[in-house]
């Protein structure tokens, strides 16, 4: 069983940054691709970022693109999300999700993940 539990978020001032990480226990952390998505109130959950576990790609969502970086420590089995320049549009509850996606466009698919985290609010805000 795998668990992933995120951490990091809270209120900020638009302009502002945070960082968020997402600890996995349970199994090896190196196999997994890792992804961040988010769910404001009254919308569908959205990609946000990934990085593949090998070669270390990421992919960005273009809303994103930029602003916000995604990475890997395989040795604290954590990713992190990286937000800068956060924009009011960027509240929302942020999940960090484990699985295998097989191709680049599967990156963007929340199907392609088994393994959920809870869950942390970002609030941007004055």
């Known amino acids: 069983q795998v668990q992933l539990a995120e951490s990091g978020g809270g209120l900020v001032q638009p302009g502002g940054s945070l960082r968020l990480s997402c600890v996995v226990s349970?199994?090896?952390?190196?196999?997994?691709?890792m992804a961040w998505f988010r769910q404001a109130p009254g919308k569908e959950r959205e990609f946000v970022a990934a990085?593949?576990?090998?070669?270390?790609?990421?992919y960005y969502a273009e809303s994103v693109k930029g602003r916000f970086t995604i990475s890997r420590d395989s040795v604290k089995n954590t990713a992190y999300l990286q937000m800068s320049s956060l924009e009011p549009e960027d509240t929302a509850v942020y999940y960090c999700?484990?699985?295998?996606?097989?191709?680049?466009?599967?990156?963007?698919?929340?199907?392609?993940?088994?393994?959920w985290g809870q869950g942390t609010q970002v609030t941007v805000s004055s």
């Open positions: 349970g199994r090896t952390f190196s196999y997994y691709a």
């Open positions: 999700a484990a699985g295998f996606p097989n191709s680049g466009s599967a990156y963007f698919k929340d199907t392609m993940y088994h393994y």
């Open positions: 990085i593949s576990w090998m070669d270390i790609r990421t």
